[in-house]
Structure formats: C-alpha cells, structure tokens
C-alpha cells in the first residue's frame, strides 16, 4: 500500500475524532457557556446535517480543482473550523466553527477514497480505501477516549486545538506524499450528477442509509442502556466504547479484504449478522459479558459493511465517481441522524432502553433488502461491479448518462465505499 494512504488516514483520523468527541464533553462545553445539555446536543446535530449538506456542495465547488490540491483546501476548512471551535467566545460561535469544520468532512471521505482507490491496482482498491477509513475507526479507539480524557482534566478548548494540529499534520502529509494525479479529462458536474440515474447508485446509498443506521441506533443510546440494563459504573462507559472501536478497525480492515473478492456475498453476509446480533443485542445486554461481546460484534459487523458499500457506489458511478462518493459519506451521516431519532422515539414511547436494538436489527434488515434486490437486478442485466472482476465499469459509467469519453478505463475505476 502506498506511503500516501498514512496521510489520508491522519486526516481521516483528525475528521474522526472531531466528530464523536464532543458526544464526551457535552457537559463541559455546557457549563462553559451556561447552556442546557439538550442544548450544547445541537453541536452534534450541527455537524451531521453540516455533513450531509456540506459533502455535495464542496465537491461540487471542487469539480474543476486538481484532487490533490482539493483535500489540501478542505484540511485547511478543517483547521480554521476547529480553532474557531476551540477559541470560540459564545455558543453560537462555537456551534459555527463545528459546522464549519463539518463541510469538509464529507467530501474528505470522497475524494479522498477516489484518491485512494487510483493509487493501487484494480484488485487491492477496497482494500487501500479501508486503509484510509482505518485512521476514522482507530480515532473511536484512541483520539475519542483521549480526547475526551485531555478535555475533562486540561478543558475542552485544549482537545480542539489538538484535533486542529492534527489537521495541520494530515494536510503536510497530503502535501509531500500524495501525487499530483491529473484532473479526469472531460468530466463536468451534469456527468457526475448523471450518476444519480443510476438505480444500482442509489440502492447502494439505501444501503448506506440503513445499514450503518443500524448500528446507530444501538449506539447512540449506549451509555443508559450500560448503566441502567446491564449494571456497568458510569466510567466504564469509556473502555466499552472502546470495545466497540476495536471492532470497527477489525470490521473495517476485513471488509476492505473481502470486499475486493466478492463484494455483494460480503454485504449479504455482514448486513444479515448485522440484523442477527443487533435483534440479540436486547437479550445480551442483560449481562456484561454479553453486552460487551456484543458491542464488538455491532462495531465489526457495522464497519465491514463500509468498504464494499464505497467500492459499490463507485464502481456503480465509475464515469463519474467523485460526487457519488461524496453523497455517500452524508448518507452514512444521515442514517446516523434518522437511526438516533427513531431510536429515541421508541425510547420515550415507554419500550425500554433496549428498544432501540430493534429499530437497528429492522434497518440493517431493511438494508440487506436492497442488497438482494440489487444483486437481482445486476444478475438480470448481466452487468457486474469493476470490483468484482467485471469488465465493464465503463458500462455503468455510461448508464449513469456519462459519455464513454469521460469514463475511467477499468483499470482505473474507483470503487465506492464509505
């Protein structure tokens, strides 16, 4: 694997922590400036909805910037929202840098799994874009317990401007180690919007949608269901989320592996275990040994579906991969958003803090669904994913109204993942 996949994954490392460590230090930012916890949450939902809005809107601005030179900007956005964040005097300037650092989030992700997929052959190019979402899973393991240990003994303001140091180090490496690729000749934004006409593209983003929404909605909610079903102290919290961290860079690494064998096997496989464990997840979080074996089991089953679901929106779009693959990444945000809403719904309807697990097994259900029924439709048709040997990329590419000028040849094709 390419030196430059490190520096994409730094990046990814800086994006991951930001995002997830505020949900530790809600209370301080809280007391800081003197708002209710319901309140300071708008930080949270500040930056997901930043995502989904911000991962179309800075691709599309970057149509007609060099790749490269794109996520060197976007870790610059990244930097300025962070300081901004840490520095802020007033709430709803912090609240501004967090949206702020959010818009490049996004795009970050894809781009950068573009990036990453041209940089090694056709068979290992699952395999590099797991290599890049390693440094987001590994921040649930370290950056996030970290950060939020840093912020309840040296302040908050100190865990922002370190996760904006980390920026400035991910945008350094962008700068020396990865290579100025040329800007794909004779692609506009009605070639990459074209890709949305593509039913197998927007199937993979239902999947998206459900699949990892699944898992949030067993996440989100994870501390009351520890504390108050299965009988852990309120600092055992962190060490079970890193449990759950540790699973995702397992999931991930083996679904980027497997993910360039057989693609669509992998997601009926990880989606289906995904529904089985989460349905279990109300049973076995009764007790501690069980819950925490299962917390592992919902971070690898949810994280192995990341690379096969990127690799198949990109090879699905592989004329125009870059907005696709970006739209995706605020897919993932969305499901987040929709999975923790319904899951305090069930909640707050009186079903108990276990409730949840059966909104998250019924959408990684929802989410195998539409696997099989893309699978269906791609045996129908007789076409197949670049990834999965196929030959013709350039056909999907073609299909999703690009013209056969702007695709990628096979050998280049950019799979889709997460």
């Known amino acids: 694997m390419p030196l430059a996949l490190l520096a994409l994954a730094i990046g990814a490392f800086g994006i991951g922590t930001t995002e997830f460590v505020i949900m530790g230090l809600l209370p301080e930012v809280a007391g800081t400036y003197g708002v209710s916890i319901p309140t300071a949450g708008f930080l949270v939902t500040g930056y997901a909805l930043g995502v989904v809005l911000g991962a179309p809107l800075m ?126 000749q004779g692609v506009r934004i009605r070639h990459e919007l074209a890709a949305f006409r593509n039913v197998q593209v927007l199937l993979a983003m239902g999947m998206t949608v459900l699949g990892f929404g699944g898992v949030f909605a067993a996440i989100t909610y994870i501390t009351p269901m520890m504390t108050n079903v299965a009988g852990f102290a309120d600092t055992s919290v962190t060490w079970l989320l890193v449990l759950l961290g540790l699973g ?81 990444i605020g897919a993932f945000n969305l499901g987040n958003a929709l999975a923790a809403w319904l899951g305090g719904l069930v909640i707050a309807a009186g079903l108990g ?21 893309s699978g269906a439709l791609e045996r129908r048709t007789g076409t197949r994913a670049g990834g999965e040997g196929g030959s013709r990329v350039i056909a999907a590419g073609a299909s999703a109204g690009a013209p056969a000028s702007a695709a990628v040849p096979a050998s280049a094709a950019v799979p889709a993942h997460h």
Do not use: C
Not at 94 to 108: C, D, I, T, Y
Not at 299 to 313: D, I, Y
């Open 353 to 373: 803090w276990t409730a949840p697990n059966w909104v998250g097994a019924a959408l990684a259900a929802s989410a195998l669904a539409l696997a099989l029924v």
């Open 59 to 184: 691709t599309v601005l970057g149509t007609r910037i060099p790749r490269k030179r794109m996520l060197m900007l976007l870790m610059g956005l990244f930097i300025v929202g962070n300081v901004v964040s840490a520095l802020a005097p007033a709430f709803g300037v912090m609240l501004a840098g967090r949206v702020v650092a959010s818009l490049a989030h996004g795009a970050f992700f894809g781009i950068g799994a573009v990036v990453a997929a041209e940089l090694v052959a056709p068979e290992k190019k699952a395999g590099a874009i797991a290599m890049m979402f390693t440094g987001l899973t590994v921040a649930n393991v370290v950056g996030v317990p970290l950060g939020t240990l840093v912020g309840q003994h040296l302040g908050w303001r100190v865990t922002f401007l370190i996760v904006a140091s980390l920026g400035l180090l991910g945008l350094l490496g962008i700068a020396r180690l990865v290579p100025d690729l040329p800007r794909p």
């Open 248 to 328: 995702m860079v397992a999931g991930n690494l083996v679904g980027g592996r497997f993910a360039d064998r057989a693609l669509m096997p992998m997601l009926y496989t990880s989606l289906g275990a995904l529904a089985v464990v989460l349905a279990a997840f109300t049973l076995t979080a009764h007790t501690r040994a069980g819950a925490g074996v299962t917390l592992f089991l919902i971070g690898a089953l949810g994280f192995a579906t990341v690379p096969p679901l990127q690799k198949r929106v990109l090879d699905q779009a592989a004329g125009a991969p870059t907005l696709a693959s970006a739209v995706n």
